[in-house]
């Protein structure tokens, strides 16, 4: 018969094989076995030692009379135990069975070990406890002596050979180094802590608890002055010391400081809290101490509003906004002081003007000014520039000057033109609303613009490019669609390169350069327009000439006419405002003005009469005004000007380069020598022959077509050739012998590519350096011979009298010094006569 195979389900066949046990191999056999007898071995000594223990434990009971009930009781039930524990036992398999043998024994080694601690005594645990302490501290001892040897880097010898280097080192256990570590940090939390719990070591300065304890007059005696001297040094240097505290305490941790602010604060009022009064010294420090400290812990940026109520942020962005938040109410408050101490003078009337107020007003400016320069861009800066614009027109020349060089210095260094537009646009609106009436210093602080190319025509450029570009798009219209996708994406590269080229942020600064200027003219033309007699009349010339290169072209004519009617019929304006007129009418001409049809010769009159108001003495500086208007008048316009005025020109320079300081005379020898190098129609004044020509050269009259100056030489070369000054001789001499290029007469190369006004800013001796350096005389030069005088008479009788009485009197006194006397020349010629 065959078997008959019977289908399993998987789930069947799954269990058989779990419980179908595996046949294993003689390896696994006796390792395992090994295992069971490491185990019972380890088993028999545990309980060897339980059952000593437990032998030891039944004895002591027995000897105890009244323990022995409950013992016989307590046996008895672990006698009952044990027997359903067999029961039990026959039921399960051996391996469940030793595993709660195992279980038995422990529970039973444990109860029986803690019943015999608490009835034995501790002598031998103490004992047993101080020989492991003992044993620790020897290994901590050891593992402190302990050295290791370390390998260190070799070291190359001169001979080139390589000796290797070894140390011995102390070693240290990672676990030891851990605590230690651990250890440190916990005493660094608890003194944290500490400083937390008792305060900072600066709040009794903070709040100057000591400010009453010294009293002026405690035994009612007399106070004189000096008492109340020494009593006000005292108070000053006490509140010095408490500001130091205050804002060293502040630099330190700004923001765990921020409430110090208050108690610097109380010392810029006039009284405290307390009511007591101020000095204007402690005044003064804690303004100047505050501003320092704004300028140190205001960031460069600007800081925003943050809504941390409604909006969800770390803790460390909640805690840098706090900050930010109390910084900024701070400098508010601070900022409302001072505007409040400035506001003080700058009112009408004489009530609040005291000496003291004007002197913490001017401080008060200062400070604005350090920190308009310092942060031009934080928060309420504005408000700051705002103020300082109308602190310009006020009556205190200290203060105007001090917000004239605060301006200077921001237009100056102003990179982003945000603030040097909105200071302008409040200029405009200050000289607008006080009627062109405003001081000096309203104009000049425009001087320092960085203004270069600057194109006003940029309008009308910008309407002609976008005709082009609108009829551009309607051939692009009517283009195929092959070639509309390939501009398209030709237009895409374009902005993108413009982009990668920060054209957009050129083009906004040139939009707000365009716009400083148009304000800047604007108020230059309304003041020349609506009152040309102004009192800055001077300061809007020189603003005129100093940026003529920019004027848009449609304003020369009128711009000229305007200029002329002022030179015509002001009668009163000084050699300066002529010389700027001049100055801007030219500069007008020799760039864009080329193409307009006007006839300069009144211009050049002015000019020419006005070159000899300049001298050696407090006008010196001007003649950088002339400098400049000769290199537009004999440089850049020589081929307009007739043979006849250009000599009568030099001719008129070199007469006033004898009244001038050395560095003056240079520039003005540059300004010829660069002349002589650009025409040649000039040799003709080197020569000495003045019988070729008409006429007579006149010095004296006023128009230079007319002088005659081709019949005259520079005879001023000559004098020059003896000038104090050696580069002066050098370039005199150079002149004189035709500015030769190379060999006799020629100029170093350092001096001769200077131009006139470099010459006339590196020669200049001003600040008492005298370039090139006087070198210091040699020591072994001998001493100066003492030449005999001789005498002379009117008459002969006269000098044959003296020389018989000379005669005479040598003789007798030579007989006198025999006898060893002393010589009376004076008594022994007047016995004789």
Known sequence: MGMKKVKISSVKRAAHL???????????????????????????????????????????????????????THQSDEEDGDNIVDKVADMLEDEDLEYLQLSKNSKQRKRKYVEEIGEENHEDLKHSISLEKQYASKTAEELENKKVKVNLLPIK????????????????????????????????????????????????????????????????KVITTTDLLIVRQQEIERQKFRIGIICSGILERPEDKIRNFKALFELMDETTSTGSINLLTIRKLALVSLTEIFKDILPEYRVGQVDTKMQHVRKATLERVTYENALLQQFKKFLQRLEKLTAAVNRRGQANKTPQAIKMAEVSVHSMCEILTAHPYFNYVKNVAQLLVYMLNCNYPRMREAVNQCFRYVFANDKKLEMSLFIMRRINHLIKTKNNNVNLECITCLMALKIKNVNLDLEKENELKHKKLEAHRQRLLNLSKKERKRRKKLAELNKELEETRAEENKQTKNYKLTEIVKMMFTIYFRVLKNDPNS???????????????????????????????????????????????????????????????????????????????????????????????????????????????????????????LHLLHHGTLASLGTIKTTFQLTSVLDILLDTDCTIGSGKYNPELEDPEYCNASCTALYELTMLARHYHPTVRKMALHIANGVPATGEGSLPSEIGKLTALELFEQFDSTSMVFNPSIPVPSQTS?????????????????????QKLFK??????????????????????????
């Open 535 to 657: 009192k800055v009349l001077s300061a809007i010339l020189e603003g005129l000439a100093e940026f003529a290169h920019v004027i848009n072209l449609d304003f020369f004519a009128d711009l000229i006419d305007v200029l002329n009617r002022i030179l015509e019929t002001q009668e009163d304006l000084g050699y300066r405002e002529q010389l700027h007129c001049i100055q801007t009418i030219f500069a007008i001409l020799s760039g864009q003005g080329e193409i307009l049809n006007i006839d300069p010769i009144r211009f050049y009159q002015h000019f020419y009469r006005n070159m000899l108001a300049v001298n050696a003495g407090k006008n010196h500086d001007d003649f950088r005004i002339i400098l400049k208007t000769l290199d537009e008048v004999l440089v850049k316009r020589r081929r307009n000007m007739s043979q006849q005025r250009l000599m009568a020109f030099v001719k008129r320079l070199l007469i006033v380069s």
């Open 18 to 72: 779990k419980n179908k046990k595996v046949p294993q191999s003689k390896q696994q056999q006796q390792k395992l076995a090994q295992q069971k007898a490491a185990k019972e071995k380890a088993q028999n000594v545990f309980i060897q030692k339980a059952r000593k223990k437990d032998n030891l434990a039944q004895k002591k009971r027995q000897n105890r009379p009244e323990t022995r009930i409950p013992n016989l």
């Open 782 to 802: 001998s001493e100066p011979k003492i030449k005999k005088s001789k005498h002379s008479y009117l008459q002969k009788d006269l000098k044959l009298d003296c």
């Open 157 to 220: 010898s001169r001979e080139g050979d390589i000796i290797a280097r070894s140390a011995e080192v102390d070693y240290k256990a990672k676990v030891k180094r851990i605590k230690k570590q651990k250890e440190e940090e916990e005493r660094n939390e608890d003194n944290v802590l500490e400083q937390e719990l008792y305060g900072d070591s600066d709040e009794d300065v903070v709040d100057d608890e000591d400010a009453n304890i010294a009293s002026i007059n405690p035994e009612n």
């Open 808 to 833: 005479e009197q040598f003789i007798h006194l030579e007989d006198i010094s025999k006898n060893s006397e002393i010589i009376d020349f004076y008594k022994e010629l007047k016995l004789s006569c």
